[in-house]
């Protein structure tokens, strides 16, 4: 336990930001910032990939089914091996790591919410189209003002979920030598060579905080949209029916 | 950009032999590790569904851990940290015994096993209690009850759930490669820095992932139709 103490004495800076003031930014700020953006750039293209997906037309639903099946099946690692190469030959140019980093978690994490999408619009009763419909609302205006909102309200706590595995997929920079907080874990352990088993209990505890109380964050969501939607329903079944979800 | 593919490195058995050595070790570690994901997964799901709070504990623990570390994390401190420990006459038995695929099989399996049980622990939550009573009054041991009643009809249920996180563990058998375990994307690395046909190799070895996990996807449908309880 000394021996983490004095780890973290040592080099908190360094896993927190990286050589940030003198050198490249890195360690935890990095993590955040990929799986941060990476899940805000990659939730408007989830979006049109599940709307593709459920669209009537094959020429849009077909591609984007691919596009599902592929990700599914190749492993994110090979996915960052193939931006590694492909993006720099497409821009003509170097790429930073980072940037294949981010690349790669957008289009990873894009068909992962496509998933989620398509299902929080799945979950809606019928009824919703057909009333909208009735009352003269557009293809566009019924998906983007009466569908999308309510499936992604319902959404939350899956989006929530899936922002805890875009943190836990930034590790994989690591291969690529992103500067993120695996990589500086890695280097502090490369410095001191005779506590492999402290540095990397460390490096789980921060991933275990941060992954453990947007998880916490999650639940507490989930718990609180079930008891709104059953709200109008019956209020105090609602309440017991979570109570009963909590306590297991 | 134009890019000259050229597949005639898959004609060289050098090359094809090295790869074929790849795919072998990546079913190996799969293999292995869902075997030790299954066990973990029936352990502790039968363990959160006890009585006994240390029991529910330790399975509550067990999960949150491994869900919210990145499952590189688990395999550098299995691989790293946990070998560092270990008493220097294991420590030579392991190396000597292929000590990176140990470890990354070991970390796979907890890790994918945590996520596993919490499928089953789905399913077994969606069966009335009724039914455990209604056994227990029959004369079953709580062990039998679980056996014979009660999981059967968890595992129908959570079959999906299942099947999903068996995609993963085959994918993720990949990470293996950062602490050199021979698998395919390792040997994948290898033949690209041998021969600089970067395309084609990783076009192969895409492939040869894609066709696998898509095999598992239909495998399990299958499955899940064959089990299933029809008329009711």
């Known amino acids: 336990m000394n021996d983490i103490i004095n780890i973290i004495q040592d080099n908190w800076e360094l896993l927190l930001v990286g050589q940030y003031p003198h050198g490249p930014i890195g360690g935890l700020a990095v993590t955040l910032f990929l799986s941060l953006v990476g899940i805000v750039l990659a939730f408007p293209l989830g979006v049109v990939l599940a709307l593709c997906r459920l669209s009537p037309f094959r020429?849009?639903?077909?591609?984007?089914?691919?596009?599902?099946?592929?990700?599914?099946?190749?492993?994110?690692?090979?996915?960052?091996?193939?931006?590694?190469?492909?993006?720099?030959?497409?821009?003509?140019?170097?790429?930073?790591?980072?940037?294949?980093?981010?690349?790669?978690?957008?289009?990873?994490?894009?068909?992962?919410?496509?998933?989620?999408?398509?299902?929080?619009?799945?979950?809606?009763?019928f009824g919703q189209t057909e009333a909208a419909r009735a009352i003269g609302l557009s293809y566009m205006q019924t998906t983007f003002k009466v569908l999308l909102p309510q499936a992604i309200y319902n959404m939350v706590p899956a989006i929530i979920s899936q922002f805890v595995s875009s943190i836990k997929d930034t590790a994989l920079g690591y291969v690529i030598s992103v500067n993120e907080l695996t990589f500086a874990a890695s280097q502090i352990n490369a410095n001191l060579l005779t506590m492999p088993f402290q540095v990397y209990i460390l490096l789980a505890s921060i991933y275990f905080v941060i992954c453990a109380l947007l998880t916490q964050l999650a639940r507490y969501l989930e718990r609180r949209i079930a008891l709104r939607r059953a709200g109008k329903a019956g209020a105090s079944a609602a309440v017991a029916s979570a109570m009963q979800q909590a306590n297991v | 950009m134009t890019i000259q593919l050229d597949f005639s490195l898959f004609t060289q058995p050098e090359f094809l032999g090295q790869v074929g050595k790849g795919l072998l070790g990546t079913l190996e570690l799969a293999a292995l590790a869902f075997a030790l994901a299954i066990a973990m997964a029936v352990l502790i799901a039968v363990m959160r569904m006890s009585n006994s709070k240390a029991c529910q504990a330790v399975a509550a623990a067990y999960v949150e851990y491994h869900q919210n570390v990145p499952l590189l994390v688990h395999i550098f401190l299995w691989y790293f940290g946990v070998a560092a420990l270990l008493p220097a006459g294991v420590q030579q038995w392991i190396n000597a015994h292929n000590s990176e695929f140990i470890f990354a099989f070991i970390g796979i399996g907890l890790c994918l096993g945590a996520y596993m049980s919490e499928d089953l622990r789905g399913g077994i939550r969606s069966i009335p209690t009724s039914q455990l009573e209604a056994s227990r009054a029959l004369g079953l041991s709580y062990l039998q009850a679980f056996r014979l009643v009660i999981l059967p009809q968890a595992v129908r249920v959570s079959m999906p759930a299942i099947i999903n996180h068996t995609v993963l563990l085959f994918k993720n058998t990949s990470l293996a490669m950062t602490v050199g375990a021979v698998e395919l994307t390792y040997v994948t690395k290898e033949v690209e820095s041998q021969t600089f046909r970067t395309f084609e190799i990783y076009l192969a070895s895409t492939v040869m992932y894609l066709g696998l996990s898509l095999l598992l996807m239909w495998f399990g449908a299958v499955i899940e139709n064959r089990i299933r309880i029809r008329n009711r």
């Open chain 1, 59 to 125: 020429f849009l639903s077909w591609p984007a089914t691919a596009i599902v099946y592929v990700v599914r099946g190749v492993p994110l690692i090979m996915f960052i091996f193939w931006t590694y190469f492909i993006v720099p030959q497409i821009l003509g140019r170097p790429v930073a790591g980072i940037t294949t980093m981010l690349v790669t978690l957008v289009i990873y994490q894009s068909a992962y919410l496509a998933e989620i999408v398509r299902a929080g619009m799945q979950g809606l009763p």
